[in-house]
């Protein structure tokens, strides 16, 4: 009876965990609850993912990112503000400081009214800057949907295929036509390497202040893939930080529209399949990497015995074999982790500077995971050194394991004997030759004394 009731426990804590590996707390600010019914599908495909949905407005008194000093949420949904502030619970410093706890966030634009200036600032926190200001939406004259902008052209189609970057298909990929009204342009800094465009404006686009007359070529400030409508930051922490430059684009009226482009048909959107991959990636449902068993022992045929594994002291020249064991998140499982092509997974066996550093190849497969392995020679240098796997690439959790080893000289009885070194061979003839040598000369030197003359005796 007990062994079925924690059966039945198990069952339903698989059922109402979140699919994100980081957990189920998802704070959504939005200024007024009625807007809470304008993005309901979204509401409900979260709720059906496991996420716990809390809606706070940012004037709450209630509302706090921490609670005893920990992350009161595990990640967040800002929806634009109709006022300047974000209030006293989500000011810039508070944001960062969520996203150095770990905390994933979603960051909402809209280009129907001007961007606050606390938003703007929290973007210039991370180095993501408006383009032009912050009135501005992102104009296209030859992509853009006939039903709804016929006029303003302002509510851009994307292909699904065409947009991305080569390293974003993986969590991103599909096809289908991308609605995105009035979309808020952003362009990212050049000295950060933690930020990465996901969804950039195309060719022919360009940022235009509605307010304003239609601009000059000389006063646009940047067009085509210089303006960014979605642009990530991943922290050294992994954590994720996505900005969306149109949050109509969730709006349920997009999932379930049909958009026409110039010379083109009528057709569905795939908004909603979008959204579900944007908030994803962001809520660490996909491109989360986790490492498992690290194995290294000297190269011997079969099997190796446990207490041979992960030894502390090597030896110089010793044949070693290293393998590392690496899964990937995909929404709700773990899978084995595969990498592209025209990329490596390394180690680095290295003191101050690596002495090798050695591309990892998969080894063997299991339903959950990945074995990548090599094998090498320590080096001819003693001193404590270190098995290091650091791979950290856009769109993926940050691989960093170290695991230090001494390596030592040979002992005592461990040289070879002078007889199995070929090349002194000669020296040890000439030492036999000389030793040979001398005992023939002994041997001479005794057996050949002086003949004694006799000499006769006279009286």
């Not at 949420?73 to 929806?79: A, C, G, N, S, V």
């Not at 009035?182 to 686009?205: F, H, K, N, Y």
């Not at 992994?238 to 709006?251: D, P, Q």
């Not at 958009?259 to 009528?266: E, F, L, S």
Request: a negative charge.
């Amino acid at each position: 009876m007990r062994w079925c009731l924690a059966l039945l426990i198990c069952a339903f804590v698989a059922t109402v965990n979140a699919l994100s590996s980081s957990g189920s707390r998802l704070l959504v600010v939005l200024d007024e609850t009625t807007e809470k019914s304008t993005y309901s599908t979204l509401w409900s495909d979260l709720e059906a993912r496991g996420y716990d949905l809390s809606f706070e407005s940012p004037k709450s008194d209630k509302l706090s990112l921490f609670e005893h000093g920990e992350r009161a949420y595990d990640h967040l949904l800002i929806l634009p503000p109709k006022s300047k502030g974000l209030g006293p619970s989500l000011t810039p410093k508070h944001i960062v400081d969520f996203l150095n706890k770990d905390g994933n966030i979603v960051l909402a634009l809209s280009g129907k009214s001007s961007t606050s200036s606390a938003v703007s600032s929290l973007l210039l926190e991370v180095d993501i800057h408006l383009a032009n200001d912050r009135s501005a939406v992102v104009i296209d004259h030859f992509n853009y949907d006939t039903i709804s902008a016929a006029e303003k052209h302002d509510v851009l189609l994307l292909q699904r295929s065409t947009p991305l970057r080569p390293d974003v298909k993986a969590f991103f990929d599909g096809e289908g036509v991308l609605a995105l009204p009035r979309v808020a342009p952003q362009t990212l800094g050049s000295d950060s390497q933690l930020l990465a465009p996901i969804l950039q404006a195309p060719a022919t686009a360009y940022a235009y202040n509605p307010k304003e007359e239609i601009p000059s070529p000389d006063d646009i400030e940047a067009t085509g893939s210089q303006l960014n409508i979605v642009s990530a930051l991943q922290a050294r922490n992994s954590a994720r930080f996505t900005v969306l430059g149109s949050v109509e684009a969730l709006e349920d009226k997009w999932f379930s529209a049909s958009v026409k482009a110039p010379n083109g048909k009528k057709v569905p959107t795939v908004n909603r399949e979008f959204a579900r991959q944007l908030t994803g990636w962001t809520f660490k449902e996909t491109g989360v990497v986790k490492v498992g068993k690290i194995e290294h022992h000297l190269a011997t045929e079969g099997e190796v015995a446990a207490e041979d594994l992960n030894p502390k002291i090597y030896r110089i020249k010793n044949e070693t074999v290293f393998r590392i064991e690496v899964s990937e998140y995909s929404f709700d499982k773990w899978v084995p982790f595969e990498v592209p092509a025209e990329d490596a997974l390394q180690l680095e066996f290295t003191m101050l500077s690596p002495f090798h550093r050695l591309a990892l190849q998969p080894i063997s497969r299991t339903e959950t995971s990945t074995v990548f392995g090599t094998q090498f020679v320590t080096p001819d240098q003693h001193g404590i050194f270190s098995f290091r796997v650091n791979y950290k690439r856009p769109f993926l959790t940050n691989i960093e394991e170290k695991h230090e080893v001494t390596v030592r000289h040979f002992a005592h009885d461990e040289y070879a004997r002078s007889w199995a070194i070929s090349g002194g061979w000669v020296w040890i003839a000439g030492l036999w030759a000389v030793i040979g040598g001398f005992l023939a000369f002994v041997i001479v030197w005794l057996y050949s004394a002086p003949t004694v003359n006799k000499v006769k005796k006279t009286q």
